[in-house]
């Protein structure tokens, strides 16, 4: 029992540190790390986003909810199709967002996008707000909206949701093309209507009054006050006849004065880099105490921000945690701050509109309304797809590439192992796209560098780096088929090499590491019994064997899958 403990603290230890310098790169910032905490329940599966602090390095990088079809209403979206839509205008990484209503997909709680106010805050459940200096604020965040003409002030229910009886809500072009249908209502359309920025005077005339009850079309520099009831629908018919000066204001406390994005959330994971166990929010037992797939957000002490999701509901694979086991999971990571957002079924992390995580909706991945995404805004280049060149036929030349989302001057370079340059483009100026090339003339085996480097129109100057190998030694890797009982991996050497075989489950778990075996140049092969480190057999079903070759240039590896079936 002490050993197994060990085990664990070691493992979680490991996985938790805070500096996290080791995950693997994405884009320029930004790293993802996979880690696995053995628990009582069950191995549980954890990802972790790592970017930089909000609005850092003159703007490349920013933090904001997107919305799905970009309107409070319109559907659900899952979130690979979101960031595949922004590919364009960034390259992205994240996570779901809030939670949202099933019957029409509209966000729970508040939406802030650039500044401006798209949706109400749950004042019951925390707010994530991330303001002009890149600080991520956890709060129980309320609305007092008020809308007057040359009298008093009068209390707004809202903007962009369903209003209730008694209430008079705002609709903005966030919302939609339409206000709802809600039989009995009166509307006001008010054109031309402020940015709706909170906490600031909104003035508009009133334009039209239309008919009762039916949806009316809010104009793309509008917006709309639909009042529901007996008594504040003719109030607001008397009140705000067409010509009249209506001033609404969109009130918040605490006032977030400087954010510029938010979503709704909750519960408050971290507080003062500890885990919170009760947050005394409006969510019932089971959605904070049922281990589940949980997501959450947190801010680093030096201001870096980690978006993490949590695999669950799948036995065998990963277990899930309570809302307060993942407080305690981001408060080791080194979370200052954080809060949960989403979970079940919504749970997903994805780069570059390719998923990340297991979802455990059984359809996979799942629809959702909202999705917290880091954006970057400078030159992207994916890793080479053939980050091995090792003399195999069709592997003799790389297929190259990178992206600019504005209008830049790029410079476009490989740098060999000798650290001389072979220029492919010098000071060119690229309209926003992806721009591709094929080199074949490599002439020393070793680590090459893929480099780019762009100025866009703003002035802002960035770059990226993929380090790819050249290497000869370790070619013709083949594994079986179908192996049963043992798996015997072949291969050839060009050169005398100390060879390793690591065994992997499809999912990256290392299940065996055989130990280093010097080989000389030609035909070879290393094999695995079919056991894990403990001597026991393993199950049968689909692997990867993983052979590392390290020679006078340096360490190669190749993977390959197969199959192994158990005697």
């Known amino acids: 029992m002490l050993r197994r403990s060990a085990a664990i603290f070691l493992l979680v230890t490991a996985f938790a540190a805070p500096a996290r310098a080791q995950g693997t790169p994405l884009m320029p910032g930004v790293t993802y790390d996979r880690g696995v905490q053995f628990t009582p329940h069950g191995a549980v599966v954890v990802h972790v986003l790592t970017a930089p602090r909000p609005g850092s390095q003159s703007g490349l990088w920013q933090l904001a909810p997107v919305l799905a079809r970009g309107t409070v209403l319109g559907g659900g979206q899952r979130v690979t199709q ?6 364009a205008r960034a390259t992205v990484a994240g996570i779901n967002g809030d939670l949202f209503d ?7 709680g508040v939406v802030i996008q650039g500044g401006l106010l798209l949706h109400t805050p749950r004042s019951t459940r925390s707010s994530i707000g991330v303001d002009s200096s890149g600080g991520l604020h956890v709060d129980r965040v309320k609305f007092f909206g008020t809308w007057r003409w040359t009298g008093q002030r009068r209390p707004l229910g809202g903007v962009n949701e369903v209003p209730k009886t008694g209430q008079v809500v705002l609709f903005t072009p966030g919302y939609g093309a339409r206000t709802p249908a809600v039989p009995g209502a009166t509307a006001v359309v008010l054109q031309p209507f402020p940015a709706p920025q909170p906490n600031a005077d909104l003035e508009a005339r009133v334009t039209a009054v239309p008919a009762v009850g039916g949806a ?12 529901v009831g007996a008594t504040v629908g003719p109030l607001l018919q008397t009140e705000a006849p067409v010509g009249t000066a ?5 009130v918040l406390q605490p006032a977030w004065t400087g954010v510029q994005s938010a979503l709704g959330g909750g519960p408050l994971l971290v507080r003062g880099r500890k885990p919170v166990f009760r947050s005394v929010e409006d969510f019932t037992n089971d959605q904070v ?11 680093l002490a030096d201001g870096r921000v980690i978006l993490v999701a949590v695999d669950g509901g799948q036995p065998g694979y990963s277990a899930g945690l309570t809302s307060f086991e993942l407080a305690q ?5 080194g979370a200052v701050t954080a809060s949960a957002v989403d979970s079940g079924g919504s749970v997903t992390v994805a780069f570059d509109g390719q998923l990340l995580n297991r979802p455990s909706a059984p359809t996979g991945e799942r629809a959702v309304k909202e999705a917290l995404l880091v954006q970057y805004f400078g030159v992207y280049a994916a890793p080479p797809p053939s980050p091995l060149l090792n003399g195999d036929p069709g592997k003799a030349a790389e297929q190259l590439s990178y992206k600019i989302v504005r209008p830049s001057r790029v410079n476009a370079k490989l740098v060999g192992p000798d650290g001389a340059a072979r220029p492919l483009e010098v000071d060119v100026q690229h309209e926003p796209g992806s721009y591709q090339f094929t080199f074949g003339d490599f002439d020393a085996e070793g680590t090459w560098h893929w480099n780019v480097t762009a100025t866009d129109d703003l002035g802002r100057a960035s770059t990226i780096d993929r380090p790819f190998r050249y290497d000869k030694t370790l070619h013709g890797v083949v594994a079986p088929r179908s192996a049963r009982g043992r798996a015997t991996i072949r291969f050839t050497l060009a050169r005398a090499a100390r060879l390793r075989l690591r065994i ?5 778990i290392v299940v065996r590491t055989l130990p280093d075996v010097a080989l000389q140049r030609g ?4 094999s695995w019994d079919g056991r894990l480190e403990q001597g026991t057999r393993a199950f049968g079903g689909s692997y990867v064997a993983h052979v590392f070759a390290t020679s006078e240039v340096g360490t190669s590896e190749v993977a390959v899958p197969f199959v192994f079936r158990r005697l």
């Open 504 to 508: 992997e489950t499809r999912s990256g």
């Open 216 to 227: 009316v079309a809010i104009p793309p520099d509008g917006a709309v006050l639909v009042a």
């Open 329 to 333: 999971t981001l408060a080791r990571l």
């Open 82 to 87: 979101m960031e595949k839509d922004l590919a």
């Open 523 to 526: 035909p070879g092969s290393l």
């Open 289 to 299: 105490s049922k281990r589940d797939p949980r997501a959450g957000i947190g801010q």
């Open 246 to 250: 209506v001033t609404t204001r969109l």
């Open 102 to 108: 099933p019957r029409d997909s509209r966000p729970a």
